[in-house]
């Protein structure tokens, strides 16, 4: 079956959810931030030295790279507002995890790793929130409410992924 791919803001839980769901379902997991951290080195870096413009690009590459069937793989926040990334997006079933600002900003303030969250404070954080939560929404074949129980936000993508009719 197609790859599901979790998008949602910074801190929505698609990492924790995508590693359970992959695993509930004997599926292979991958982070695409990680693999980017694998290949090329701290993603602070990267935008420190490189660039958010050379980021996205090896983020859409890396993206690319791990679509294939029976897998679960978790986007960057940034990586479905770029239009080049759309094409791939559209290659796997997309599920917006759904989750309000306090509770993505909880998770993320104090996080160092975060090039985006350490050079904004919070009023532009909730703006970028706004303004990728549209795109989001447009994106997605799929948007579960993520601040729901994992246990039940797991069933209701199994329900979805493995019960509708195409």
Known sequence: MKAISLIG????GKTFIGEKLAEKNGFQFFDVDNEIVKLFGSISEIFRTEGELYFRQ?????????????TVISTGGGLPTKN????????????????????????????VTRPLVMKSDIEDLKNLYAKRLKIYSKVCDFTVDA????????????????NRKD
């Open 9 to 12: 803001f910074m801190g929505a």
């Open 58 to 70: 090896i983020e859409r590459d890396t993206f690319k790279r791990l679509i294939y069937d029976d």
């Open 84 to 111: 080049f990334n759309i094409q791939y997006l559209k290659l796997t079933e997309c599920v917006f995890l759904d989750a309000p600002f306090e509770t993505c900003y909880s998770r993320i303030k104090d996080d």
């Open 147 to 162: 601040s729901l129980p994992i246990d039940e936000i797991i069933l209701k993508i199994e329900d979805w992924y493995f």
